[in-house]
C-alpha cells in the first residue's frame, strides 16, 4: 500500500513568489492535514480537510490556503512567500475524521531566498 | 493557547538502560494523546496512542496518562542505539493535534 506522497520534496523560491504543494494521501484515507516544521516552532499546525471541506484552521496568516479535491488529493498555496516561510511542510493522512492518528508523507521542503 | 511541553533534552541514556520521555499540556479538555517519533532527515511516525487513564503497554514501549495532572509520558525499556531520535508528544482536542517540541533521545553503546 502505498504512502502519503508529497510533492515536489524540495523547491526554492525567492521573497514574493508563490509556491503551490501537493499531497496524495494513502488509498482511502479521507482526512489531510498539513503542518509547518522549523527548528524554532516545531511542528504547527496549518488545517485540515476532510470531503474537500476544510475542518479546522491553525495560527496562520491568510497568504496559507489549500483545498482538497474529490479523490482527497490535496494542495496548499502560500502566496507572497516571506523568508520565515522557509520550513519543511509535512502533510498526513488518516482513515476518517481526523483522529490524531496520522500518517505523515515526506515532507516538501521549501527555501526562500 | 494551547500548550504541550517537552523537556527539549538532549536525554542520553545507555544502551539497555529505561529512557522517560515526559509531557504535560495545557488543555483540559484534550482527549487523545500521541506519541511519535522523528528519526533525522525524516518525518513523524506514530509510535503509541493512549486516550484513558493508565499505562498502555506495546512491546518495549508503555505510555503513561494521567489526566488530573495533565500529563503523558513514553518510557522505552531496554533502549537500543536505534530508538535513537526525536519523540514528539501530540495531544489532540476539537479535532485540533498540538504537537510539542520534542525531546531528542540519544542511546549510546
Known amino acids: 500500500k502505498a504512502g502519503v506522497t508529497q510533492t515536489p520534496r524540495y523547491l526554492i523560491k525567492t521573497r514574493g513568489q508563490q509556491v503551490t504543494l501537493s499531497c496524495s494521501p494513502i488509498?482511502?484515507?479521507?482526512?489531510v492535514s498539513w503542518y509547518q516544521q522549523t527548528p524554532g516552532q516545531g511542528l504547527q499546525f496549518l488545517f485540515e480537510?476532510?470531503?474537500?471541506?476544510?475542518?479546522n484552521k491553525g495560527n496562520f496568516p491568510g497568504r496559507f490556503s489549500g483545498r482538497q479535491f474529490s479523490n482527497s488529493r490535496s494542495e496548499m498555496n502560500v502566496s507572497t512567500l516571506e523568508l520565515g516561510d522557509s520550513a519543511l511542510y509535512l502533510c498526513?493522512?488518516?482513515?476518517?475524521?481526523?483522529?490524531?492518528?496520522?500518517?505523515f508523507g515526506e515532507g516538501s521542503r521549501l527555501t526562500v531566498l | 493557547q494551547k500548550e504541550v511541553e517537552q523537556n527539549s533534552g538532549p536525554l542520553s541514556v545507555p544502551e539497555g538502560a529505561i529512557a522517560s520521555l515526559n509531557c504535560t499540556y495545557s488543555?483540559?479538555?484534550?482527549?487523545?494523546f500521541f506519541w511519535y517519533r522523528q528519526y533525522s532527515g525524516k518525518s513523524p511516525e506514530l509510535i503509541m496512542s493512549?486516550?484513558?487513564?493508565g499505562d498502555k503497554e506495546d512491546g518495549r514501549f508503555t505510555a503513561q496518562l494521567n489526566k488530573a495532572s495533565q500529563y503523558v509520558s513514553l518510557l522505552i525499556r531496554d533502549s537500543q542505539p536505534s530508538d535513537s531520535a526525536t519523540y514528539l508528544c501530540?495531544?489532540?482536542?476539537?479535532?485540533?493535534?498540538?504537537f510539542g517540541k520534542g525531546t531528542l533521545l540519544t542511546v549510546n553503546p
Open positions: 501530540a495531544v489532540s482536542s476539537n479535532y485540533k493535534l498540538t
Open positions: 480537510y476532510f470531503s474537500e471541506t476544510q475542518r
Open positions: 498526513a493522512s488518516t482513515l476518517g475524521r481526523y483522529t490524531g492518528e496520522l500518517f
Open positions: 493512549i486516550y484513558s487513564n
Open positions: 488543555d483540559r479538555g484534550s482527549q487523545s
Open positions: 488509498s482511502g484515507h479521507r482526512s
